[in-house]
């Protein structure tokens, strides 16, 4: 003798097991459309936008830079220059390459920072003396000569010693500012503008920055 309501709870049952199912269906369909979306936006995130190049000279050496990298779009306008500013980051061993300031002229306009160490820098040296950043000594200038306060921090166990002349902030800016000078091989000399927070990085800086003054064909550093 049949049971009343057995066959309307199994249509229930299988009606319940089928909605089940589509529901585990859309759920795996879900997750592989936001993996196949992750995944995509991984691969794009890590795809870098083609870097365009424009062409300079200065005094007869043809250089190839970043458009990226200039200071000002002027600069993408001409092939002939007497001067080139940029903004380059080195990579200095933290987790954010250190944003620098990068101007190349001819050598005649600017002489290296290791050669005023000796010509001119010395002459001016008041008697203390800083410390603080390993391996290097700090100089003060003397004020009354027109640096302002000025330091010049320089290797004192090297003939061609690294030389950087440091500025204390201005107004409310956090930092001081580093200029250093280089001549290249090239007949260039290349002027580099840095936070003196970047000084811990000293050894290291020389590397990544003659990295890319040779790939951009302004030669090599010859202090």
Same mark, same amino acid.
């Given at each position: 003798?049949?049971?009343?309501?057995?066959?309307?709870?199994?249509?229930? $049952?299988?009606?319940?097991?089928? =909605?089940?199912?589509?529901?585990? =269906?859309? *759920?795996?369909?879900?997750?592989?459309? $936001?993996?196949?979306?992750?995944?995509?936006? #991984?691969?794009?995130?890590?795809?870098?936008? &083609?870097?365009?190049?424009?062409?300079?000279?200065?005094?007869?050496? @043809? $250089?190839? $830079? &970043?458009?990226? *990298?200039?200071?000002?779009?002027?600069?993408?306008?001409?092939?002939?220059?007497?001067? /080139?500013?940029?903004?380059? +980051?080195?990579?200095?061993?933290?987790?954010?390459?250190?944003?620098?300031?990068?101007?190349?002229?001819?050598?005649?306009?600017?002489?290296?920072?290791?050669?005023?160490?000796?010509?001119?820098?010395?002459?001016?040296?008041?008697?203390?003396?800083?410390?603080? /950043?390993?391996?290097?000594?700090?100089?003060?200038?003397?004020?009354?000569?027109?640096?302002?306060?000025?330091?010049?921090?320089?290797? !004192? =166990?090297?003939?061609?010693?690294?030389?950087?002349?440091? *500025? !204390?902030?201005?107004?409310?800016?956090?930092?001081?500012?580093?200029?250093?000078?280089?001549?290249?091989?090239?007949?260039?000399?290349?002027?580099?503008?840095?936070?003196?927070?970047?000084?811990?990085?000293?050894?290291? /800086?020389?590397? &990544?920055? +003659? @990295?890319?003054?040779? #790939?951009?064909?302004?030669?090599?550093? /010859? #202090?």
């Amino acid at each position: 003798m049949p049971i009343k309501g057995l066959v309307p709870n199994r249509e229930v $049952l299988q009606n319940l097991i089928g =909605l089940a199912l589509i529901v585990a =269906l859309l *759920a795996i369909g879900a997750g592989y459309a $936001l993996d196949a979306m992750s995944r995509h936006q #991984r691969e794009t995130a890590g795809k870098k936008a &083609p870097e365009s190049f424009v062409s300079a000279n200065i005094s007869g050496v @043809a $250089l190839t $830079l &970043p458009k990226s *990298a200039l200071s000002s779009a002027d600069q993408s306008n001409t092939d002939f220059s007497d001067r /080139i500013d940029m903004k380059i +980051a080195l990579d200095l061993g933290d987790a954010t390459p250190e944003t620098v300031g990068l101007t190349l002229v001819p050598k005649a306009r600017a002489r290296a920072s290791a050669a005023l160490l000796d010509s001119v820098y010395l002459q001016h040296f008041s008697p203390e003396e800083k410390r603080g /950043i390993s391996g290097l000594i700090g100089k003060p200038l003397i004020g009354s000569d027109g640096y302002g306060g000025e330091t010049v921090w320089y290797d !004192p =166990l090297q003939a061609d010693p690294f030389v950087a002349k440091c *500025a !204390p902030p201005l107004g409310e800016e956090s930092t001081g500012q580093c200029l250093r000078t280089l001549v290249l091989d090239s007949g260039l000399s290349a002027v580099l503008g840095f936070s003196d927070t970047a000084l811990i990085h000293w050894r290291q /800086i020389d590397t &990544p920055l +003659a @990295a890319f003054l040779d #790939r951009i064909g302004a030669g090599k550093p /010859i #202090r």
